[in-house]
């Protein structure tokens, strides 16, 4: 089992920032991959951001590339999401997830969640 807790949520002014942490305990951290999805009210869960085992490869959605930014550290068992240039269509409540494989975007795919962090970003 792998536990996750996200944390750095809150209300931001359109294009301010946040960083989002999600910490993990339990298994290996460095044997999964993480991501963030997201969910807005009475939407599914969307990809957000992708991060390799090691933190060398990375990928986005076509929404958030270019102001988004994911990393991790594996000494501190802690994945982030660096948020800038936030738009108010980025609010949402935003999941970090954990699975064995790379390269996943759909959110059933993953087997480990998070309990969320809202985001409210205010135009």
């Known amino acids: 089992q792998v536990q996750l807790v996200e944390s750095g949520g809150g209300l931001v002014q359109a294009g301010g920032s946040l960083r989002l942490s999600c910490a993990a305990s339990?298994?290996?951290?460095?044997?999964?991959?993480m991501a963030w999805f997201r969910q807005a009210p009475g939407k599914e869960r969307d990809f957000v951001a992708a991060?390799?085992?090691?933190?060398?490869?990375?990928y986005y959605a076509d929404s958030v590339k270019g102001r988004f930014a994911i990393s991790r550290d594996n000494a501190k068992n802690t994945v982030y999401l660096q948020m800038n240039s936030l738009k108010p269509e980025d609010t949402a409540v935003y999941y970090c997830?954990?699975?064995?494989?790379?390269?996943?975007?759909?959110?059933?795919?993953?087997?480990?969640w998070g309990q969320g962090t809202q985001v409210t970003v205010s135009s």
């Open positions: 339990g298994r290996t951290f460095s044997n999964y991959a």
């Open positions: 997830a954990a699975d064995r494989h790379y390269g996943r975007t759909y959110h059933l795919e993953y087997d480990y």
């Open positions: 991060i390799n085992w090691s933190g060398s490869s990375t």
